[in-house]
């Protein structure tokens, strides 16, 4: 089993700037990928980022240039920065964690970007 906790998340304007992050606990050395997801009202859950056990990082479209996901393997914590952000980056944030057979999910965070 594997537990995730987010926090950092809250109401930013246009153009601004927050910092995700996702601590795991429990059995974090069988954890392979981490990631963030977002869900916007309305719509579907959609992948941001990826963070592998060797480093190898992935985003989509949308973020990239403007977040980048990092992680510090010492405290089992994953980060999200996201810079520049716009309205549409509005969505409840949930960290991922995959493991062989199975992925954890934390319980999310709100990110609320107002123009």
């Known amino acids: 089993q594997v537990q995730l906790v987010e926090s950092g998340g809250g109401l930013v304007q246009a153009g601004g700037s927050l910092r995700l992050s996702c601590a795991a606990s429990?059995?974090?050395?069988?954890?392979?990928?981490m990631g963030w997801y977002r869900q916007a009202p309305g719509n579907e859950r959609e992948l941001v980022a990826t963070i592998t056990s060797g480093g190898s990082t992935s985003y989509a479209d949308s973020v990239k240039g403007r977040f980048t996901i990092s992680r510090d393997t010492a405290k089992n914590t994953v980060y999200l920065q996201m810079n520049s952000l716009k309205p549409e980056d509005t969505a409840i944030y949930y960290c991922?964690?995959?493991?062989?057979?199975?992925?954890?999910w934390g319980q999310g965070t709100q990110v609320t970007v107002s123009s």
């Open positions: 991922t964690a995959g493991v062989a057979g199975a992925m954890y």
């Open positions: 429990g059995r974090t050395d069988s954890i392979y990928r």
